[in-house]
């Protein structure tokens, strides 16, 4: 057969294939492993307006099955990101996507307003899993009002595509994506990384020194690829499946899910090149199984006739 067609679209973002960093797992400095535009987009870390020296260390364990890590979104700020982050990808043809957190709904639509009218900006990325300023100390993604208030805030003040990064720390995802949806998201990240905690028996101490952090890594997957497919069910616009993606496998679990295109995070730092191996061994499954376009592939789940209610 001929080589099939990787190209997936998000919003106004065309992609030569749907593999990606995940934001944190990548940067400019990875530029002498690999030729970034081997990649369906690149998505720096998440970056704030202001300077932000990061939580209390230490920031990151291992624990089986992934990593926590807390790092607080350490940044060094909007003007750097603006003069140094984005002209480091302006060679490149692949997409760059700005993830973006904020402190408050208005800030989110200054900062989206700001790195939209950047050329080299693609797309933009909104962290919700965030804390909000409402007072209740709750991520913006935990609650759908302000998801709605959010993102339909952001997107009247730039054209550029919009993605909500959404947390898996609720109790109906679905809500959530839903509400993201209807105020005009062009795309949905499902997921940041589960609430997480470690402790040394030996010490009785936290292993991490914010106490709580996010997991990562191949044992969230099955919960990733289970929200995937229920976001599927209620959702119509592209999915970015994000958590515990570590070989081609993986990425493709999540596609048949539902997911358009795939974030990795984890797997870079065990292997640099995991990424493109990753991209490799898409390629090399539709060949296998004589799909000549990706998108065939994108929710095709095949459920039991006799299930009838696989939300439970």
Do not use: W
């Not at 965030?130 to 730039?158: Q, R």
């Not at 795309?187 to 028996?201: C, E, R």
């Amino acid at each position: 057969m001929k080589k099939p067609s990787l190209s997936v679209q998000i919003g106004k973002l065309n992609l030569t294939n749907p593999i990606m960093p995940a934001s944190g797992a990548f940067g400019a400095e990875m530029e002498g492993l690999f030729d970034f535009d081997k990649l369906g987009a690149v998505v720096p870390k998440s970056i704030t307006k202001y300077p932000r020296g990061g939580n209390t260390t230490p920031r990151v364990c291992e624990v089986n099955g992934g990593m926590i890590n807390s790092i607080g979104i350490q940044s060094k700020g909007l003007d750097y990101y603006l003069e140094h982050i984005i002209p480091a990808y302006k060679d490149y043809e692949t997409p760059l996507i700005a993830s973006i957190s904020a402190d408050s709904i208005d800030e989110y639509a200054e900062m989206s307003e700001i790195i939209g009218n950047e050329t080299g900006v693609s797309g933009i990325e909104l962290n919700i899993s965030c804390p909000n300023l409402k007072g209740d100390g709750k991520a913006f993604g935990m609650d759908a009002a302000i998801s709605h208030e959010l993102v339909k805030k952001v997107k009247n003040v730039t054209d550029k595509t919009i993605i909500a990064k959404l947390t898996p720390n609720v109790t109906s995802i679905q809500e959530i994506a839903r509400a993201c949806e209807e105020a005009g998201a062009d795309g949905l990240n499902v997921a940041n990384t589960l609430l997480a905690m470690a402790i040394d028996v030996h010490t009785r101490q936290p292993k991490i020194g914010n106490v709580l952090g996010g997991i990562s890594g191949p044992a969230i997957k099955p919960i990733i690829v289970r929200m995937i497919y229920q976001v599927k069910q209620v959702c119509s616009i592209p999915i970015i499946g994000c958590g515990g993606v570590m070989n081609a496998e993986d990425a493709i679990e999540m596609i048949i899910a539902g997911a358009t295109a795939v974030q990795v995070g984890t797997a870079s730092f065990i292997k640099p090149m995991a990424m493109i191996e990753i991209i490799n061994g898409v390629e090399a499954y539709l060949k296998e199984y004589e799909i000549e376009d990706i998108n065939e592939l994108i929710g095709d789940i095949h459920i039991p006739s006799q299930v009838t209610n696989c939300n439970a």
